[in-house]
């Protein structure tokens, strides 16, 4: 991530996937009991909004000026990195951010040390290299994973689940990695449709697929 982030209209354009968001926010407060939770990557506000909606407290991480700006004008205590952030939290979520982060070993090694004991941290992140296409480079994505690598990156840490998620999502990528124009845009219609007429079905799917493939993998650590 940099103060000048390239992926800020994509951000803005996935706050209208009510469905999708939603669905990470359940697997959030499934994982994540605590009253408090911290958002590592916070972007726009988005899960930050919803957990809210839901009586969550939520403090945010966010490194982009503009973007830190903008949470702070919507009231979110805002910190511009883990080291100003208290230690001893009981829960941190990160969504879609650590695939910008070249070093991903030491920044998760450093969220796990923010945690307090029992504490958990949920992870999501885009799956499958295969789907790395013109909207990843474009947004700057070093990587996608699969549960194998992500566990990799998770040496050491005390992992208490890690499973695919949008099953249907998985072959929508690959059709627009097949169809890829090099420019890297998704069109807000595009992503609407999607989430209101495919993923709905993706997400029942998933029930039976999870293990297997998904355009996203999730990672749960909990602090001993």
């Known amino acids: 991530m940099s103060n000048s982030y390239s992926g800020i209209p994509l ?7 009510e469905n999708y968001n939603n669905s990470i926010a359940d697997l959030i ?3 994540c009991l605590a009253p408090t939770l911290v ?25 982009d000026v503009t973007l830190r700006e903008q949470l702070a004008a919507k009231g979110y205590t805002t910190f511009s990195s883990l080291q100003e952030m208290p230690k001893e939290q ?3 979520y990160s969504i879609n951010v650590l695939e910008h982060i070249e070093n991903d070993q030491e920044i998760l090694q450093k969220l796990y040390t923010q945690l307090a ?12 290299m295969l789907l790395y ?7 700057g994505h070093f990587r996608r994973y699969t549960k194998k690598s992500l566990k990799d990156v998770c040496k050491n840490l005390p992992v208490k689940a890690c499973h695919y998620s949008d099953s249907l999502g998985f072959f929508a990528g690959l059709t627009f990695k097949l169809l890829d124009s090099g420019k890297g845009d998704l069109s807000p219609g595009s992503i609407r449709f999607y989430d ?21 993998v999730l990672i749960i650590i909990q602090k001993n």
């Open 29 to 31: 407060c499934h994982y």
């Open 133 to 139: 296409s013109s909207v990843d480079k474009k947004i």
């Open 196 to 216: 209101k007429v495919v993923y709905p079905l993706s997400r029942l799917l998933d029930k039976i697929t999870h293990p297997f493939f998904g355009k996203n």
């Open 39 to 63: 958002d590592f990557g916070a972007g726009t506000g988005t899960f930050a909004r919803i957990l809210k909606g839901r009586g969550k407290t939520v403090l945010c991480v966010e490194q």
């Open 90 to 92: 009981n829960a941190i």
């Open 11 to 17: 951000l803005e354009a996935m706050e209208s996937a």
């Open 117 to 128: 004991p029992g504490g958990v941290l949920f992870v999501y992140v885009p799956a499958f």
